[in-house]
Protein backbone atom coordinates (compact mmCIF):
# COMPACT_ATOMS: atom_id res chain seq x y z
CA UNK A 1 0.00 0.00 0.00
CA UNK A 2 2.85 2.39 0.89
CA UNK A 3 4.18 2.00 -2.63
CA UNK A 4 0.91 2.49 -4.26
CA UNK A 5 0.74 5.87 -2.17
CA UNK A 6 4.05 6.97 -3.20
CA UNK A 7 3.62 5.74 -6.56
CA UNK A 8 -0.01 8.11 -6.94
CA UNK A 9 2.18 11.07 -5.35
CA UNK A 10 5.01 11.29 -7.60
CA UNK A 11 2.27 10.54 -10.22
CA UNK A 12 -0.02 14.04 -9.15
CA UNK A 13 3.52 16.30 -8.78
CA UNK A 14 4.31 15.12 -12.04
CA UNK A 15 0.58 15.62 -13.70
CA UNK A 16 0.71 19.15 -12.30
CA UNK A 17 3.96 20.12 -14.37
CA UNK A 18 2.01 18.08 -17.29
CA UNK A 19 -0.69 20.88 -16.81
CA UNK A 20 1.43 23.61 -17.15
CA UNK A 21 2.97 21.71 -20.34
CA UNK A 22 -0.36 21.46 -21.70
CA UNK A 23 -2.46 24.89 -20.81
CA UNK A 24 -0.59 26.84 -23.89
CA UNK A 25 -1.41 24.04 -26.90
CA UNK A 26 -5.11 24.10 -25.62
CA UNK A 27 -5.30 28.08 -24.47
CA UNK A 28 -4.31 28.34 -28.48
CA UNK A 29 -6.71 25.84 -29.79
CA UNK A 30 -9.23 27.66 -27.63
CA UNK A 31 -9.23 30.82 -29.36
CA UNK A 32 -7.96 30.11 -32.78
CA UNK A 33 -9.02 26.77 -33.36
CA UNK A 34 -5.32 25.87 -34.32
CA UNK A 35 -3.18 22.70 -33.24
CA UNK A 36 -0.16 23.64 -32.18
CA UNK A 37 2.53 20.82 -33.20
CA UNK A 38 5.30 23.36 -32.47
CA UNK A 39 4.22 23.37 -28.46
CA UNK A 40 7.09 20.51 -27.39
CA UNK A 41 10.19 22.32 -29.51
CA UNK A 42 9.13 25.67 -27.82
CA UNK A 43 9.34 23.66 -24.49
CA UNK A 44 12.45 22.03 -25.50
CA UNK A 45 14.24 25.76 -26.76
CA UNK A 46 12.72 27.46 -23.05
CA UNK A 47 15.16 24.30 -21.61
CA UNK A 48 17.95 24.27 -23.60
CA UNK A 49 17.78 28.20 -22.59
CA UNK A 50 17.65 27.86 -19.14
CA UNK A 51 20.48 25.31 -19.38
CA UNK A 52 22.72 28.03 -20.68
CA UNK A 53 21.45 30.82 -18.09
CA UNK A 54 22.50 27.96 -15.17
CA UNK A 55 25.83 26.85 -16.91
CA UNK A 56 26.61 30.31 -18.09
CA UNK A 57 25.62 32.64 -14.78
CA UNK A 58 24.42 30.17 -12.51
CA UNK A 59 21.21 31.27 -12.61
CA UNK A 60 18.85 28.44 -10.53
CA UNK A 61 16.47 26.99 -13.42
CA UNK A 62 13.45 27.85 -11.59
CA UNK A 63 14.15 31.16 -11.34
CA UNK A 64 14.97 31.10 -14.48
CA UNK A 65 11.50 31.14 -15.46
CA UNK A 66 11.86 35.37 -14.88
CA UNK A 67 13.63 35.01 -18.00
CA UNK A 68 12.24 32.53 -19.92
CA UNK A 69 9.01 33.63 -19.98
CA UNK A 70 8.93 36.74 -21.22
CA UNK A 71 11.27 35.89 -24.00
CA UNK A 72 9.50 32.89 -25.18
CA UNK A 73 6.32 35.50 -25.18
CA UNK A 74 8.29 37.56 -27.34
CA UNK A 75 8.91 34.63 -29.46
CA UNK A 76 5.33 33.49 -29.77
CA UNK A 77 4.65 37.11 -30.56
CA UNK A 78 7.21 37.48 -33.01
CA UNK A 79 6.06 34.00 -34.96
CA UNK A 80 2.60 34.61 -34.62
CA UNK A 81 2.72 37.77 -36.58
CA UNK A 82 5.16 36.39 -39.34
CA UNK A 83 3.65 32.53 -39.63
CA UNK A 84 0.65 31.97 -37.81
CA UNK A 85 -1.65 35.46 -38.55
CA UNK A 86 -1.68 34.35 -42.38
CA UNK A 87 -3.22 31.35 -42.06
CA UNK A 88 -5.49 32.06 -38.97
CA UNK A 89 -9.04 31.27 -40.93
CA UNK A 90 -7.43 28.54 -43.17
CA UNK A 91 -8.71 24.99 -42.28
CA UNK A 92 -7.44 23.16 -39.15
CA UNK A 93 -5.18 21.17 -41.01
CA UNK A 94 -2.92 23.77 -42.70
CA UNK A 95 -2.73 24.91 -38.87
CA UNK A 96 -1.03 21.41 -38.53
CA UNK A 97 1.28 21.41 -41.41
CA UNK A 98 2.41 24.58 -39.92
CA UNK A 99 3.63 24.07 -37.35
CA UNK A 100 4.98 20.70 -38.20
CA UNK A 101 7.01 22.46 -40.62
CA UNK A 102 7.97 24.69 -37.72
CA UNK A 103 9.26 22.38 -35.06
CA UNK A 104 11.21 20.69 -37.66
CA UNK A 105 12.74 24.13 -38.22
CA UNK A 106 13.30 24.59 -34.35
CA UNK A 107 14.89 21.05 -34.50
CA UNK A 108 17.18 22.04 -36.44
CA UNK A 109 18.34 25.08 -35.11
CA UNK A 110 18.60 23.47 -31.64
CA UNK A 111 20.91 20.75 -33.22
CA UNK A 112 23.00 23.09 -34.89
CA UNK A 113 23.72 25.28 -31.78
CA UNK A 114 23.27 22.69 -29.34
CA UNK A 115 24.05 19.54 -30.70
CA UNK A 116 21.43 16.51 -30.78
CA UNK A 117 23.29 15.11 -27.40
CA UNK A 118 21.02 14.99 -23.58
CA UNK A 119 21.51 17.91 -21.51
CA UNK A 120 20.01 18.59 -17.83
CA UNK A 121 20.19 21.33 -14.91
CA UNK A 122 21.50 19.83 -12.12
CA UNK A 123 21.17 22.67 -9.17
CA UNK A 124 22.21 21.60 -5.60
CA UNK A 125 19.09 20.03 -4.52
CA UNK A 126 18.89 18.48 -7.97
CA UNK A 127 19.45 14.57 -6.32
CA UNK A 128 17.89 16.05 -2.81
CA UNK A 129 14.26 14.43 -1.36
CA UNK A 130 11.92 15.52 1.27
CA UNK A 131 11.16 12.19 3.74
CA UNK A 132 7.18 12.54 4.85
CA UNK A 133 7.19 9.13 7.03
CA UNK A 134 7.47 6.30 4.62
CA UNK A 135 7.11 9.10 1.62
CA UNK A 136 9.95 10.33 -0.25
CA UNK A 137 9.58 13.44 -2.50
CA UNK A 138 12.42 14.63 -4.85
CA UNK A 139 12.96 18.06 -4.68
CA UNK A 140 13.26 19.35 -7.82
CA UNK A 141 9.77 17.73 -8.28
CA UNK A 142 8.06 19.60 -5.60
CA UNK A 143 9.81 22.70 -6.39
CA UNK A 144 8.89 22.24 -10.16
CA UNK A 145 4.89 21.63 -9.28
CA UNK A 146 4.52 24.11 -6.92
CA UNK A 147 6.07 27.09 -9.58
CA UNK A 148 3.95 24.89 -12.13
CA UNK A 149 0.47 26.26 -9.53
CA UNK A 150 1.77 29.38 -9.19
CA UNK A 151 2.35 30.13 -12.94
CA UNK A 152 -1.21 28.29 -13.42
CA UNK A 153 -3.16 29.93 -11.14
CA UNK A 154 -1.53 33.47 -12.61
CA UNK A 155 -2.76 32.37 -15.86
CA UNK A 156 -6.41 31.84 -14.27
CA UNK A 157 -6.45 35.33 -12.92
CA UNK A 158 -4.80 36.59 -16.38
CA UNK A 159 -8.41 34.64 -18.06
CA UNK A 160 -10.63 35.93 -14.59
CA UNK A 161 -9.48 38.73 -13.49
CA UNK A 162 -8.36 40.96 -16.64
CA UNK A 163 -10.26 42.99 -19.73
CA UNK A 164 -7.72 40.76 -22.00
CA UNK A 165 -8.16 37.65 -20.28
CA UNK A 166 -12.11 38.36 -20.89
CA UNK A 167 -11.88 39.04 -24.55
CA UNK A 168 -10.24 35.71 -24.65
CA UNK A 169 -12.79 33.84 -22.97
CA UNK A 170 -15.24 36.05 -25.08
CA UNK A 171 -13.48 34.60 -28.32
CA UNK A 172 -13.21 31.02 -27.43
CA UNK A 173 -17.07 30.87 -26.67
CA UNK A 174 -18.45 32.52 -29.43
CA UNK A 175 -16.02 34.39 -31.73
CA UNK A 176 -18.62 36.21 -34.05
CA UNK A 177 -20.27 37.78 -30.47
CA UNK A 178 -16.90 38.57 -29.44
CA UNK A 179 -16.32 40.37 -32.90
CA UNK A 180 -19.88 41.72 -32.74
CA UNK A 181 -19.04 43.59 -29.44
CA UNK A 182 -16.00 45.17 -30.62
CA UNK A 183 -12.99 42.64 -29.75
CA UNK A 184 -10.42 42.71 -32.16
CA UNK A 185 -10.16 39.27 -33.12
CA UNK A 186 -6.48 39.50 -34.67
CA UNK A 187 -4.88 41.31 -31.52
CA UNK A 188 -6.82 38.91 -29.05
CA UNK A 189 -5.08 35.91 -31.34
CA UNK A 190 -1.83 37.25 -30.96
CA UNK A 191 -1.68 37.45 -27.39
CA UNK A 192 -3.25 34.20 -27.04
CA UNK A 193 -0.15 32.89 -29.20
CA UNK A 194 2.28 34.79 -27.24
CA UNK A 195 0.84 33.82 -23.72
CA UNK A 196 -0.01 29.96 -24.82
CA UNK A 197 4.20 30.42 -26.14
CA UNK A 198 5.33 31.97 -22.94
CA UNK A 199 3.70 28.67 -21.12
CA UNK A 200 6.65 27.05 -22.35
CA UNK A 201 8.54 29.47 -20.66
CA UNK A 202 8.14 28.23 -17.37
CA UNK A 203 7.33 24.98 -18.40
CA UNK A 204 11.03 24.61 -20.06
CA UNK A 205 12.57 25.62 -17.34
CA UNK A 206 10.85 23.32 -15.07
CA UNK A 207 11.12 20.70 -17.11
CA UNK A 208 15.51 21.06 -17.41
CA UNK A 209 15.51 20.33 -13.67
CA UNK A 210 12.84 17.12 -13.96
CA UNK A 211 13.88 15.26 -16.72
CA UNK A 212 17.13 14.78 -19.51
CA UNK A 213 16.64 16.18 -22.92
CA UNK A 214 17.64 16.84 -26.73
CA UNK A 215 16.19 18.90 -29.34
CA UNK A 216 14.67 15.77 -30.75
CA UNK A 217 13.03 15.08 -28.00
CA UNK A 218 10.46 17.38 -28.64
CA UNK A 219 8.12 14.56 -30.00
CA UNK A 220 7.78 12.82 -27.13
CA UNK A 221 6.60 15.84 -25.08
CA UNK A 222 3.95 16.57 -28.05
CA UNK A 223 2.88 13.50 -27.40
CA UNK A 224 2.20 13.35 -24.26
CA UNK A 225 0.55 17.08 -24.32
CA UNK A 226 -1.90 16.24 -26.95
CA UNK A 227 -2.72 13.32 -24.97
CA UNK A 228 -3.85 15.30 -22.12
CA UNK A 229 -5.56 17.89 -24.36
CA UNK A 230 -7.68 15.30 -25.72
CA UNK A 231 -8.30 13.82 -22.71
CA UNK A 232 -9.27 16.68 -20.99
CA UNK A 233 -11.39 18.32 -23.85
CA UNK A 234 -9.44 20.65 -26.49
CA UNK A 235 -9.80 24.02 -25.46
CA UNK A 236 -10.51 23.96 -22.03
CA UNK A 237 -7.84 24.78 -19.59
CA UNK A 238 -9.70 23.15 -16.87
CA UNK A 239 -9.81 19.74 -18.58
CA UNK A 240 -6.46 20.30 -19.52
CA UNK A 241 -5.48 20.36 -15.59
CA UNK A 242 -8.02 17.55 -14.88
CA UNK A 243 -6.43 15.41 -17.44
CA UNK A 244 -2.96 16.10 -16.68
CA UNK A 245 -3.42 15.04 -13.06
CA UNK A 246 -5.24 12.13 -14.30
CA UNK A 247 -2.22 11.26 -16.84
CA UNK A 248 0.88 11.48 -14.63
CA UNK A 249 -1.26 9.18 -12.02
CA UNK A 250 -1.79 6.97 -14.94
CA UNK A 251 1.82 7.24 -15.94
CA UNK A 252 3.57 7.12 -12.63
CA UNK A 253 1.70 3.14 -12.08
CA UNK A 254 2.54 2.27 -15.39
CA UNK A 255 6.04 2.92 -14.86
CA UNK A 256 5.56 1.38 -11.83
CA UNK A 257 3.65 -1.48 -11.67
CA UNK A 258 4.34 -2.64 -16.02
CA UNK A 259 7.83 -0.96 -16.72
CA UNK A 260 9.20 2.46 -17.74
CA UNK A 261 9.33 1.76 -21.08
CA UNK A 262 5.77 1.32 -21.38
CA UNK A 263 4.75 4.65 -19.93
CA UNK A 264 4.91 6.35 -22.82
CA UNK A 265 2.36 4.32 -24.26
CA UNK A 266 -0.41 5.60 -22.02
CA UNK A 267 -0.84 8.91 -23.66
CA UNK A 268 -1.36 7.26 -27.35
CA UNK A 269 -3.24 4.81 -26.17
CA UNK A 270 -5.53 7.64 -24.44
CA UNK A 271 -5.41 9.43 -27.64
CA UNK A 272 -7.08 7.09 -29.53
CA UNK A 273 -9.90 5.60 -27.26
CA UNK A 274 -10.61 9.31 -26.52
CA UNK A 275 -10.99 10.05 -30.28
CA UNK A 276 -13.44 6.87 -30.68
CA UNK A 277 -14.92 7.18 -27.31
CA UNK A 278 -15.74 11.01 -26.09
CA UNK A 279 -14.21 13.00 -28.87
CA UNK A 280 -14.63 16.42 -27.04
CA UNK A 281 -12.99 15.03 -23.98
CA UNK A 282 -13.66 15.11 -20.61
CA UNK A 283 -14.99 18.84 -19.84
CA UNK A 284 -15.22 19.70 -23.93
CA UNK A 285 -18.10 21.15 -25.44
CA UNK A 286 -19.21 19.39 -28.85
CA UNK A 287 -19.19 21.76 -31.72
CA UNK A 288 -22.53 21.36 -34.26
CA UNK A 289 -20.57 20.18 -37.05
CA UNK A 290 -19.81 17.52 -34.25
CA UNK A 291 -23.60 17.04 -33.40
CA UNK A 292 -24.59 17.12 -37.00
CA UNK A 293 -22.38 14.37 -37.77
Not at 53 to 59: A, E, K, S, T, V
Amino acid sequence: MTRLLQTILLGLLIGGVYALFASGLTLIFGVMRIINVAQGAFLVLAALFTFELFRRFGIDPLLAVFITTPVMFAIGWLVYRTMIARIRTAPVSMSVLLTFGLAIMLEGIMGMTWKNVFRSVTPSYYNESFHLGPFFLPKGLVFGSALAVVVLVCLYLLLTRTWAGRAIRGATENLEGAQLVGVDIRAVAAFTFAVGIATTGAGGSILSVIYAFFPASHYLWISRTLGIVVLGGMGSVPGAVVGALILGVAEALTARYIGPQWSVVVFYVVILVVLLVRPQGIMGSRLREDVVA
